[in-house]
């Protein structure tokens, strides 16, 4: 399974004042299963924003070189189809830094674990026709951190 990790879940699980468990316990069931992968975009935005936010966090580059050096990095495309782009924007859903992740989403598995409300994914009725179009537009699965978690048991 290839799928993409946003920013905010890596920050919630490895910075001390931003720590939520359900972050941890996802990061946790990723890391552990060595079936997954993580997606990550050819131009390197991805990796780019999570070192702009994670460079000082010394738990965060064991990570990413465990995943290295298990060969646990899927590298695939941030295209994201004019189609899709323009109904997310029309729904709010405007930042050029989700479109990356989402497009790095759709040409891996579609699976992206997310805390941001922008997608939706904890029923922020502002967002819920993004989480909706994602879901039954493009077939994706945006889970939550708790959501990917209790799923793993």
Known sequence: MRLVID????????VSEEYEIDCAEALYC???DKEMELALDF??????????????????QKCMMKLKNEKRTHWVSSNL???HK?????????????HVFVGT???????????DSDYGVHQEAEK??????????MGMRV???????????
């Not at 131009?43 to 965060?60: A, V, W």
């Not at 819920?128 to 537009?137: A, H, I, L």
Request: charged residues 30%.
């Open 7 to 14: 920013t905010n879940i890596w920050i919630k699980a490895l």
């Open 128 to 137: 819920q026709e993004v989480f909706t179009y994602m879901k039954e537009k």
């Open 43 to 60: 131009n390197g935005d991805i990796l780019t924003e999570y070192q702009d936010n994670l460079q000082e966090e010394r738990s965060f």
């Open 86 to 98: 323009n109904a997310l924007i029309s729904r709010g859903f405007h930042e050029p830094e989700d």
């Open 81 to 83: 189809n004019k189609v």
């Open 143 to 153: 889970m939550s951190a708790e959501q990917f978690s209790e799923e793993q048991v």
């Open 105 to 115: 989403a759709m040409n891996a598995d579609k699976i992206i674990v997310t805390e």
């Open 30 to 32: 990723f890391l552990h």
